[in-house]
C-alpha cells in the first residue's frame, strides 16, 4: 500500500491496519468473507458507509476499531481474511500460470471507456461498463496477466430523481475523491504523475488514478488538473457527453492518453482488448510508435492489427461514434505525418464503405486496425456481420470474418452470498473446490438435490430483503419531504407485497428496450395484476440516458401508472437503478422480464445475474436469450426478426398470454406445504443450465482460447525482431478513393 493513503488512515490500530488494503482492493467486494469483516467492526458504520469500506474507515468512530483490534474473536477472522487475501494477492498457481508457466509477460491492455465494478466507484453508464468490470474481475481470479485502462469521471455520476410529474432530473453528484477506493499514481520524485497527449495543440495533460481490481491494476485518466486549460479540465468530466468535439477530445484522451500513460508507468504489454469503439485511438498511437521506430505505415498497421482484439457491443446506430471530417482535421493534423501517410489515407482509416461522406467512423476504423474482433452473443455475432460486411465484399456473410464471444457474469460477484453458501452446502461435499470451477457444466447438475423447500425459503427471504429495502428507500423519500411535495405513496413500492408474484424489470430507459410494452393493452394488464386470487406485480428500475428526452417520456408514463388506482398499487418504480440497486432486483424478484427490439439487444446481461439466483427469465429471443432457452428454464417469445408493423401488439399479446397460462398458474400452484413445486423445479433448471454458460469465467477463458494463441504467436514475433532501420514507406498501401474496403486496401 502507497505511503500517501497509508498516512491518511494512522488512526487505525497496527494490529487491524490490513483493512486498509483490503478497502482498496475491489477484491474484498466479490469476498462475502472480507466483506463482512468491514461489517463486523460496527453494523450501523457499514450502513452509515453505504457500504464503501473506504469512507467508513474514514468516517468511524475510532473507539469502534479500538474494539474490534481487542476482540479475538474478531481477530481470529481478521487474520483469516487477510492470509487469504495476500494468498490471492501473491498467488502462483492460478488457471493461467498452469496454462502457460512461462509466458507471465504476455500482458494484454484493456481499454474502456466505463467501468462497473462497483457503487462506491461511479464509473459506468450500464452494461457495457459492468461488462468490462466482471471481465477486469475474472481475469484477476483466473490470474491473466492485464492491465486496464478508463476514465475517472469526476464531476458526472448522475443520480436520478423523479419529481411529481414523473419527469426524471439527473441530479449531479461531484465524486468525492477520498471516498472512492482510488490511488493518485507518482511519478518517480514523488509528485503527481502527469503525462502530455502527444500531437495535440493546445496541449492536453493528465494525471492517472490507480485502482487495484483483485489482481489487475486499472489506471484511470484524469484532465481535471491545474495545468489543464478550463476546457481540457472538463475532458473527464462526464461519460458520454453529447457535445462531438469533447467527445472526440475524450476519446483522444483515452486512447492515445491511454497509451502514453501505459508507457510512462513502464508497463509492456503485448497486445491490446478494445471494449466497443471509444478507446479505438489507441491502436492508431501502437501504430505511430512502431512508425517513429523506423517501420513503414503498412508494416506497423499489419503488427497492430495482428495483436489486437475488438469487442463491438451493440448493433443500435447511434452507439458507434462517428466524427466530422473537419473536427478529424482539427485534431490530427499534426498526426498524419507522424504515421507517414497523408490526410486521404488516414480519412480512408474510418470510412464507412456505405457511408463515405458522413467522417471518421470508431467501428470502421477498430475492425480495420485489428485482426480479431468479435460480437458479444451468436445472434449479435450474425447482426454485426451483416452491418459491417461492406468491408469485405465479395466475402459471404458466413465468412466475413466477425466471430462471437457471448457475454457472461461474474460468478463470485451477482450470486447472492446466501445462496452461494445453499449451493456450497448441496455441492461442496462432493466438490470442495466448485467455485473455482464454476464454468464446468457438470458441477452444476447438484443444484437438482437441493430440497425444494430449503431454495424457495431461501429465495422468499431474498424476496423480503428487496422488499425492505424498497420500502425503507421510500421512507427515507418521504421523509425528506421533497419540495413541491410527494404523490402518493404507491410509487415507490410502499404497497409491494411479498406474497404476490413479482416482475422485475430494470434497465436503460432506451427506446428499443420497450419498458412500455407491458402496457399496451391496459385492461388487460390491470386484469391480470388485479386478479383477486392470484395477482402480479411489476416493479421498474432504470435511467434514461440524460439527453434522451425521448427515454424519459416513457420513464414518465410508467410513473404515471403507478399512481393510477386502476392498477392497484400493483406497479412500483424504484428510483435510482445502480448496481447497489440491481443486486436487491436480480436475488429478489421472482420474474425478470426483457422485451428488447429484436434484434437490438446485443446480449444483455442482468437477466444472467437473475438466473443465477433462481429467478426465472421471462425474455424475448434476443441477445443472450437465443442461447439460453432450453424450453425448461425459463419463458420465451417472439421472433428474431426485425421491426415490423404491429410488432409491439403481437409482443404485448405474447407476454400476456404467457403470464396467464403459464408464468401465474405455476407459481401459485402450491402443495401441501405452500412450496410451489413446479417452480422450484424450474428454477434450478435455470440455475443450472445458465450458472456456468453465461459465467464471465466460460466468457474469458473463451476469449483467451481464441485469441491469445494467434496473439502470443505475432506478439513472440515482434519482440523478437529488432526494430527495423527507418527504411522509405512501401507504396503497397494505395490511398483509396472512396468506398473501397478492407480486401482493396489489403
Ligand atoms: C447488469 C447491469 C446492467 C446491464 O443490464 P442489461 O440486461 O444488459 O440491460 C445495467 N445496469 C446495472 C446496474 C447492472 O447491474
Redesign the pocket.
Known amino acids: 500500500m502507497e505511503d500517501s493513503i497509508r498516512n491518511q488512515f494512522d488512526h487505525i490500530p497496527e494490529r487491524i491496519s490490513g483493512l486498509v488494503d483490503l478497502a482498496y482492493n475491489l477484491w474484498w467486494s466479490w469476498n462475502p468473507e472480507a466483506r463482512t469483516l468491514f461489517k463486523q467492526v460496527n453494523p450501523q458504520a457499514w450502513k452509515e458507509s453505504i457500504h464503501n469500506p473506504v469512507r467508513m474507515l474514514r468516517e468511524i468512530p475510532i473507539e469502534f476499531l479500538k474494539r474490534a483490534a481487542e476482540n479475538p474473536a474478531y481477530l481470529r477472522r481478521y487474520d483469516i481474511v487477510m492470509r487469504r487475501f495476500r494468498k490471492y494477492m501473491n498467488a502462483t498457481g492460478t488457471w493461467f500460470s498452469a496454462q502457460y508457466p512461462d509466458r507471465s509477460s504476455l500482458t494484454i491492455a484493456y481499454f474502456s471507456a466505463e467501468y462497473?465494478l462497483h457503487h462506491s466507484l461511479p464509473i459506468?453508464?450500464?452494461?457495457?461498463?459492468?461488462?468490462a468490470g466482471d471481465h477486469l474481475k475474472e481475469a484477476s481470479d483466473l490470474g491473466l496477466p492485464m492491465v486496464a485502462v478508463g476514465f475517472l469521471y469526476s464531476q458526472g455520476y448522475l443520480h436520478q430523481q423523479i419529481d411529481p410529474d414523473g419527469w426524471q432530473e439527473d441530479i449531479t453528484e461531484p465524486l468525492d475523491h477520498d471516498a472512492a477506493p482510488i490511488i493518485r499514481v507518482l511519478d518517480s520524485a514523488g509528485e503527481d504523475l502527469v503525462v502530455r497527449v502527444p500531437h495535440i495543440d493546445p496541449p492536453i495533460y493528465v494525471a492517472v488514478w490507480k485502482v487495484q481490481v483483485g489482481r489487475i491494476p486499472l489506471y484511470l485518466l484524469d484532465t481535471d488538473i491545474a495545468c489543464n486549460d478550463p476546457r481540457n479540465r472538463g475532458i473527464s468530466s462526464r461519460l458520454y457527453t453529447g457535445d462531438l468535439e469533447q467527445r472526440l477530445r475524450q476519446e483522444i484522451v483515452l486512447g492515445i492518453g491511454g497509451r502514453k500513460v501505459l508507457h510512462a508507468l513502464g508497463i509492456e504489454y503485448a497486445a491490446v482488448h478494445l471494449n466497443e469503439g471509444h478507446p479505438a485511438f489507441a491502436l492508431l498511437e501502437r501504430i505511430r510508435e512502431r512508425v517513429e521506430r523506423g517501420m513503414n505505415f503498412e508494416e506497423a498497421l499489419e503488427q497492430v492489427r495482428a495483436t489486437s482484439v475488438f469487442t463491438s457491443h451493440t448493433p443500435v446506430p447511434a452507439g458507434h461514434d462517428v466524427f466530422p471530417v473537419d473536427l478529424i482535421d482539427r485534431y490530427f493534423q499534426a498526426y498524419y505525418p507522424a504515421l507517414g501517410i497523408d490526410r486521404t489515407e488516414f480519412l480512408q482509416l474510418g470510412v464507412h464503405p456505405q457511408l463515405p461522406g458522413a467522417g471518421f467512423n470508431m467501428t470502421a476504423f477498430a475492425l480495420r486496425a485489428s485482426a480479431h474482433h468479435n460480437g458479444v452473443s451468436r445472434t449479435h455475432g450474425s447482426v454485426t456481420r451483416q452491418m459491417w460486411r461492406c468491408l469485405w465484399p465479395g466475402t459471404p456473410e458466413a465468412t466475413v470474418p466477425i466471430d462471437y464471444v457471448t457475454?457472461g457474469?461474474h460468478v463470485p460477484t451477482?450470486l447472492n452470498h446466501r445462496m452461494r453458501d445453499l449451493y456450497d452446502r448441496q455441492i461442496g461435499p462432493t466438490c470442495p473446490n466448485w467455485l473455482a470451477e464454476h464454468d464446468d457444466p457438470a458441477i452444476w447438475e447438484l443444484i437438482d438435490e437441493i430440497p425444494d423447500a430449503e431454495l424457495w425459503h431461501l429465495h422468499t427471504w431474498l424476496k423480503a430483503k428487496l422488499f425492505n429495502r424498497i420500502r425503507e428507500q421510500e421512507r427515507i423519500k418521504w421523509a425528506e419531504q421533497h419540495p413541491g411535495g410527494r404523490p402518493g405513496p404507491a410509487a415507490g413500492g410502499a404497497f409491494l407485497n411479498p406474497s404476490v408474484l413479482t416482475i422485475g424489470f430494470?434497465?436503460?430507459f432506451s427506446t428499443y428496450?420497450r419498458a412500455h410494452l407491458i402496457f399496451e393493452d391496459m385492461e388487460r394488464l390491470k386484469r391480470i395484476l388485479n386478479n383477486r386470487w392470484y395477482p402480479v406485480q411489476i416493479i421498474f428500475a432504470?435511467k434514461a440516458h440524460p439527453a434522451d428526452n425521448e427515454g424519459k417520456r416513457v420513464l414518465q408514463q410508467i410513473y404515471r401508472y403507478t399512481q393510477q388506482p386502476g392498477f392497484g398499487g400493483r406497479v412500483a418504480f424504484v428510483e435510482d437503478?445502480?448496481?447497489k440497486?440491481?443486486?436487491y432486483l436480480?436475488h429478489g424478484v421472482d420474474v425478470w422480464l426483457?422485451n428488447p427490439l429484436p434484434p437490438m439487444?446485443a446480449?444483455?446481461?442482468?437477466?444472467?445475474?437473475a438466473s443465477l439466483n433462481g429467478v426465472l427469465n421471462l425474455s424475448i429471443l434476443d441477445?443472450w436469450w437465443t442461447e439460453g432457452y432450453n424450453g425448461r428454464n425459463g419463458w420465451a417469445f417472439g421472433s428474431e426478426t426485425a421491426a415490423c408493423e404491429g410488432r409491439d401488439g403481437t409482443d404485448a399479446a405474447a407476454i400476456y398470454d404467457l403470464l396467464e397460462k403459464e408464468v401465474v398458474p405455476l407459481y401459485y400452484n402450491r402443495s401441501i406445504d405452500d412450496v410451489p413445486h413446479g417452480w422450484v423445479k424450474m428454477m434450478k433448471e435455470s440455475i443450472k443450465s445458465n450458472g456456468p454458460r453465461f459465467s464471465s469465467r466460460r466468457m474469458v477463458k473463451e476469449y483467451f482460447a481464441r485469441y491469445y494463441p494467434s496473439l502470443l504467436k505475432s506478439a513472440g514475433t515482434e519482440y523478437a525482431r529488432t526494430p527495423a532501420a527507418a527504411k522509405p514507406r512501401a507504396p503497397a498501401w494505395e490511398p483509396q478513393v472512396q468506398g473501397k474496403t478492407r480486401e482493396e486496401i489489403d
Open positions: 462497473g459506468y453508464a450500464g452494461g457495457l461498463g459492468f461488462l457475454n457474469v451477482w430494470a434497465r436503460r428496450k432504470g437503478y445502480n448496481e440497486v440491481a443486486q436480480v426483457n439487444e446480449s444483455g446481461t442482468s437477466g444472467m445475474k441477445g
